[in-house]
């Protein structure tokens, strides 16, 4: 039972005079309570876990939202056939608008509080007390990195808050960078080394690469500069260039091996994950289950969105007879359970490996374009189909149909029905959104021939949110903007020359190589959009590469424009501060 000491009036008058206040005052003696949850180490290691899971949250494991990031950019077409309707999905009532600031906030709310109770903590050593204190500014930092970036000048709200508050008003985005530049110096200098953390924990090399970004939204290139060196030349940290891990011993390269089930953590050898985010399946709480369906929270569903549905891709015999080569769902290289909503633009599928198709990072483990038939019969019942395929696989690149036979791919009744390759039914994709051949043993209704269960669609992979590859592009971008070009040509080899590529030279290299080598290197990775906005170059690549986007294929008609850069205030938030107006951004 709560124990609460509450002496009548009667008493306090007899023992204490008229001390109303001390007499009524309540203590929680023995639940946790507002008053004494944040006191010790475990009680901070509790509201720091907290951190880790609203940022799992927010980027990874909320189903409607897990792909905002990437779609809006210059990467993925996400519907077929085309159909945009980008001022819906950014409207101020909208969900996208809404999540994001608000998961943010919350971010921030926790992160103050860790800040805030720190310094009263009788519980910590002086050390532990400047060492949650960074990890609460980290988080804060993080989220008012991508505030800052999504919305531009936000509210900066940098003290825990006890009591209602409406009154906010918008702070510059120079102010919310200025802050956020602040606390990751703060976390730099007092957060452990990695190899003092467990896997999963950030750590000094984390907060450089944040800061190392962060420096470069705010022109402070000499800085993002130094700060991508501390992470590149820290000797806890190195790219992987051979093979390991669990599958090393299978068909693969070192790049596959980065992605493979349990090669993520320094655990298992990795030294190039610098944070990286844990899933832990079939453990409550863990981030993964094999028995949900895909409207329920908590998973990581990149499997579903980026890998193609291969069944619906049919083969059509000169007297129309349709065939099917593939199975779905099937664990191997086709995809999984996907569903093909994101499928490659042509600049991201074709244009950024015309130097080198043969670069590691485009190789068939990586990102697969030709597939072996699962239904061998159809090929032995039809010679001519077979001699088209004689090695048993339908190559997207090569594969050239007998005269009179076509293809179709989408559902039955003309519905997404197309002729056109790539598309969500028969693409290739990057096999870092899915596990071919070692999906969970309760994934499979039947392994020996690696048919999943219905449920499947997600990522049962640890994900990296800064990979130590990521730095060398931090200190290439910040060697173009101070007119290196030498040197950010040297930073990008050192990826090339583990990807087997072709070096680049410093007449090639400007920003937009850059960022053309982050989706080399990056893709299903990176946050697209944030990368984007924070270079100033949204709209520019959007227009440029991704026709979702073009006039001919939106709802209302129009091309793109500059006001979507930045994500609108969500209406909820300026109805819900009626002591203050929250400025609407320009164009909504």
Known sequence: ?????????????????????????????????????????????????????????????????????????DMWITADPLQSNVTADLSPSGGIAKFYWDENYKLIAQANTVISRVATATGLTDAQKKEFEAKGRFF????????????????????????????????????????????????VANLPEINAVK????????????????????????KAASAASAVINNPNLAL???????????????????????????????????????????VEGGGNNTSHFFWN???????????????????????????????????????????GTHYAVNHLYNEIWAKDFND?????????????????NVLDENPELKAAMPDGYFDLENTKLPAGWSMETGFGGGV???????????????????????????????????????????????????????AYLLRAEAYVKLGKNAEAAADINVLHARAKAAPCTAEEVDLDYVLDERLRELTCEEKR??????????????????????????????????????????LSAIQANKDAKLEQNPGY
């Open 1 to 73: 039972m709560k124990k609460i000491i509450l002496f009548t009036v009667l008493s306090a008058l007899v023992l204490t005079g008229c001390n109303e206040d001390k007499f009524l005052e309540e203590r929680a003696l023995d639940f946790n309570s507002a008053s004494n949850s944040y006191n010790t180490k475990a009680d901070f290691d509790a509201a720091v876990t907290e951190l880790y899971f609203l940022t799992r949250e927010e980027f990874y494991t909320t189903y409607d939202r897990t792909t905002d990031l990437s779609k809006f950019a």
């Open 140 to 187: 804060r930092a993080l989220g008012y990195r991508t505030l800052a970036y999504l919305y531009g000048g936000v509210p900066l709200q940098i003290e825990e808050v006890t009591s209602p508050k409406t009154d906010y008003t918008r702070d510059t985005k120079e102010n919310v960078l200025a802050q956020v530049v602040q606390d990751l110096e703060f976390a």
């Open 199 to 222: 896997d999963g924990e950030i750590s000094k090399p984390a907060a450089n690469m944040l800061l190392s970004e962060v420096y470069l939204a705010t022109g402070a290139n000499d």
């Open 240 to 282: 992987m260039t051979e093979r390991f891990g669990s599958q090393a011993k299978e068909d693969g390269d070192v790049f596959y091996d980065l992605f493979r089930p349990n090669n993520q953590n320094r655990a298992s050898g990795n030294t190039e994950g610098v944070w990286v985010i844990q899933f832990e399946t079939n």
């Open 297 to 339: 929270p908590g998973s990581f569903w990149g499997e579903r969105f980026f890998a193609p549905q291969v069944d619906k891709f049919q083969i059509i015999k000169p007297d129309g007879t349709r065939l099917q080569l593939f199975n779905w769902p099937i664990g191997d290289m086709t995809g999984g359970r996907g569903i």
């Open 360 to 376: 590691m990072r485009n190789s068939e483990y990586n990102w697969p374009r030709r597939f072996k038939v699962h239904r061998a």
């Open 416 to 470: 997404n029905a197309t002729t056109q390759l790539p598309n969500r039914f028969m693409c290739g994709y990057s096999t870092k959104m899915t596990t071919p051949f070692h999906h969970p043993d309760a994934q499979y209704q039947n392994k020996s021939t690696y048919q999943l269960a219905g449920t499947g669609g997600k990522t049962y992979t640890d994900q990296y949110f800064f990979r130590l590859a990521e």
């Open 529 to 570: 959009r944030l990368t984007l906005s924070r270079v100033g170059k949204l709209a520019e690549r959007i227009k440029k590469y991704n026709p979702y986007f073009s006039a001919a294929h939106s709802a209302d008609g129009k091309d793109y424009d500059a006001h979507f850069d930045l994500l609108p205030v969500p």
